[in-house]
């Protein structure tokens, strides 16, 4: 029954910004721990961000720190990552996903993936 529909990727400039959505039925945000990942061409999957239930405690890949905020908005079931001063680097497809057991860190620990939004950032 859950869905995760992610949505908001596009070509854009480095030092551009993005805000992708990832808008979820079947589960409710603010009592479920999601997260974001992304997966480069040839690459595995791997951590962007998770933020976690009730208290809302977040956690970032060193690589975006400083220029990614994971968010909800409990109103619209919905979590968010906004992306600043984005890079050629993080072109990615970029999944949503539901933790269910393990770590938070861990692609192995979530499922319900989304179908995925393909974020490009030029040079």
């Known amino acids: 029954q859950v869905r995760l529909v992610e949505s908001g990727g596009r070509l854009v400039q480095a030092g551009g910004s993005l805000r992708l959505s990832c808008a979820a039925t079947?589960?409710?945000?603010?009592?479920?721990?999601m997260g974001w990942f992304r997966q480069a061409p040839g690459k595995e999957r791997e951590f962007v961000a998770t933020i976690t239930w009730a208290v809302g405690t977040t956690y970032y890949a060193e690589s975006v720190k400083g220029r990614f905020t994971i968010s909800r908005d409990n109103a619209e079931n919905t979590v968010h990552l906004q992306m600043n001063n984005l890079k050629p680097e993080d072109t990615a497809v970029y999944y949503c996903?539901?933790?269910?057991?393990?770590?938070?860190?861990?692609?192995?620990?979530?499922?319900?993936w989304g179908q995925g939004t393909q974020v490009t950032v030029s040079s």
């Open positions: 079947g589960l409710t945000v603010s009592t479920s721990t």
């Open positions: 996903g539901q933790f269910s057991a393990g770590s938070m860190f861990a692609r192995s620990s979530y499922e319900n």
